[in-house]
Each structure stands twice: as C-alpha cells, then as structure tokens.
C-alpha cells in the first residue's frame, strides 16, 4: 500500500507560502500499489515544506569621485563588486508516473555523490546502473555544495564547477531515461553565517531536493565550537542541527547523529539523552525531515546515522524519515536498505520517505520491502 502524507507537527500547521518559480512539473500524488487486501483511499501529497526565495544580492555601484577646487580633477574610478553568479536550469524534467514501475521498484537512494567533491570516485552513470541492480526506482544526487570564502574546500565542488555538476546530473538522467528516474539534489552545508550564501545557492537550479548537512570536522567547524569539553561539543553540534531545521532552507537533515564518530570510544548516548530530546522537540516542531544514513556501518563508530534509540526517539515525535546511502562508490548505492527499512519498522515506523519537487512522497515500508526485492529480481 503506498499513499503520501502531511508533514507531521506538533502543532496545527500553518500556510506557507509557495516556493520560489521554478519549471512547470507534473504534481505529485499518491498512487495505489497492488496488494493482496483491498487497498485503502491514500490521502494526496503536499507541499512539506518551502524554502523562501531570497533577497536579491546586492552589488556595488560606481562612485563619483569628490569634486577638487582646481580645475580638469582626475576622476577615480571605484571598482563595483563582482554580481553574484547567474542562475542556472537544468531542463525540466516530468515527473515520473506515480507508484511502481513496470520491474516493481518503488523507493529512491535520496543520497550520493560525485567525484566533484574530490573524495568520491565513478561517474553519476555507474552509480546509476547500480541503483538498477539494486531495485531502486530512482536515485537524486546530492554532491556537497560550494562555500564562500575558502570553507573547506579539499571536499566539495568549487564555484567554478557547479555548473559541471548540473550538467553531469542531466547526462545521466538523459543516459538512464526509461530505465531510472535520476533527480538533482544537493548535499548543503549549515555553518552559523552562512545561511545568506546557502539562501542564494538554492536558487541557482532546481534541485529535487535540499539536504541539509553539519559536518563537524570542517576545520572551521572546529576552530570556532571546540573550546570546551567533549560533550559540550556535542551538545553544541545538536544545537546546531536543531538550528538548521529551524533556518527553513532544508528538506532533511542528514546523519543527524554524525558527531558520535567525535571521539568515538567515548561516545555515550545516555550522556546526550536529553540534548537530544531538546533538539528533536524543535525539529519535530518544523516538519522537517530526518535522514537515515547507511553508510554510519563504515564509519570510525559503526552504526547507522541515527542508531535505533534515537530513531525510536524520532517515532515518538513522527518525524519522517528519509534513507541515503551516502554513496562515495558506485557499489554502495542502496547498500543496507533492507536492514534500515527493518531498523524503521523496529523503532516504531510505518513509512519511509523520499522527496520530489521538494515535496515529501511517504510509502508504506512493507511496500518498498517488497519492491527492492521484487525489482532487484526483475533486473538480475
């Protein structure tokens, strides 16, 4: 059974305001797959949430120079500021047709990278084959995004290659047409300061998709929030992630308990319990989305991003889920679904997520288990 849901909140949720304009796409909405019970009336997909279009950046003008008593005064000339980047569009897309494909496969990887970010290898067509073997239905890529001002520039793509970046996206969605449904994301940093910065980035195509991401061993992450102990560093980055769901500029934070691999023979959740608990209150609170993250299995402390107590912890508050991969190799895209799908299932879920047009699609996770392996036997 597969339907789409509201955005759960705490509270009755307000009106939003449309997003900025982008290419017209076919709506979203909710599909029926086949069962063997009858299958009940799925409510219509919406609008999760919208990022506000931002101010336009300004730019400096020329300054006439001051007027000087004597006569013929040389003029100086004042160099105006360089205008921000120009906005770029990948072409639109349709929509694919709701529910499963003809194979059976239903769910998206909502996450992976290119080599753009210089510590990920294969080409976005080789990631896409594997998402084929693996009973995916499409994939959206989510490449960490350009920073201003030289922010840890050995792990992300330069200004200079965004526009790299949207094009080897669309050639791989044009390569795989009929075969997957490949979407542009990106993987987009918070950093306290920068949000004016990641407000315009938005802006510059129209991705699928936003995931917001707080990478604590950004040099600069460290430099400016580890002045104390190593709890309080922790407390710190589940503050930070609290505030980025509360910025309005994400449709998912990703790995939200990354900061366990800080230290991690000492990481103690009990320790954090109730940090959390504060943090999860204020991102249930924005309808935001939470991811889980596979790839924490190959990481220093080898558990999925969140583990299952605080998983079990997002239930309680109805936030959504949404799962990534986190694919810096071809050969991990969808790797671990089954095992998260059942670590969701353990921790009190019933749908999992993904996103389309930066609208949040839910789907019943027997469903997708079904899917994966139904699709994945179609594809072998």
């Known amino acids: ?77 004042v160099v105006a500021a360089p205008p921000p980047p120009p906005v770029k569009r990948v072409p639109a897309q349709p929509l694919p047709p709701p529910g499963p494909t003809k194979s059976g496969a239903l769910f998206y990887d909502s996450h992976m990278h290119t080599p753009l970010c210089k510590h990920a290898w294969g080409e976005p067509e080789e990631y896409a084959q594997q998402a084929v073997k693996a009973g995916l239905k499409g994939i959206i890529f989510t490449c960490h995004c350009p920073m201003p001002n030289g922010f840890w520039p050995t792990v992300r793509m330069s200004e200079s290659e965004f526009d790299t970046y949207l094009a080897i996206v669309q050639r791989a969605a044009d390569a795989f047409k009929g075969k997957l449904d490949i979407r542009l994301g990106i993987e987009s940093e918070y950093f306290p ?111 999925m991003n969140p583990g299952l107590e605080m998983l079990r912890m997002m239930a309680d508050r ?28 353990e921790a009190g879920y019933e749908n999992v997520s993904h996103f389309l047009n930066r609208q949040r699609i839910d789907l019943k996770i027997s469903d997708v288990l079904a899917s994966l392996k139904k699709a994945a036997d179609h594809n072998a």
Not at 45 to 71: E, G, L, N, R, S
């Open 318 to 345: 109805k936030i959504p889920v949404v799962l990534g991969s986190d694919s810096h190799k071809p050969v991990r895209v969808g790797e671990h679904f089954v095992t998260a799908l059942n670590h969701l299932t």
């Open 193 to 303: 300061g920068c949000e004016e910065y990641i407000t315009s980035l938005h802006q510059r195509a129209d991705f699928h998709y936003v995931l917001g991401a707080v990478h604590w061993q950004a040099k600069e992450y460290l430099n400016k929030f580890e002045t104390g102990t190593i709890e309080n560093f922790r407390r710190t980055y589940f503050d930070h992630l609290a505030k980025s769901a509360e910025s309005g500029l994400y449709d998912c934070l990703a790995h939200p308990d990354l900061v366990k691999n800080y230290h991690p023979d000492s990481w103690c959740f009990a320790i954090v319990k109730n940090t959390v608990s504060t943090a999860l209150d204020r991102i249930a609170a924005t309808g935001v989305a939470m991811e889980l993250n596979t790839s924490g299995l190959n990481k220093s402390y080898s558990e």
């Open 1 to 77: 059974m597969v339907k789409t849901t509201k955005t759960p909140t705490p509270t009755k949720p307000a009106a939003v305001k449309p997003p900025a304009p982008k290419p017209a796409a076919a709506p979203v909405v909710a599909v029926k797959a086949a069962a063997a019970v009858a299958p009940a009336k799925p409510a219509p997909a919406v609008p999760v949430k919208d990022t506000p279009a931002p101010a336009p950046a300004k730019t400096a003008t020329a300054v006439p120079a001051a007027k000087k008593p004597a006569a013929a005064a040389t003029p100086v000339e």
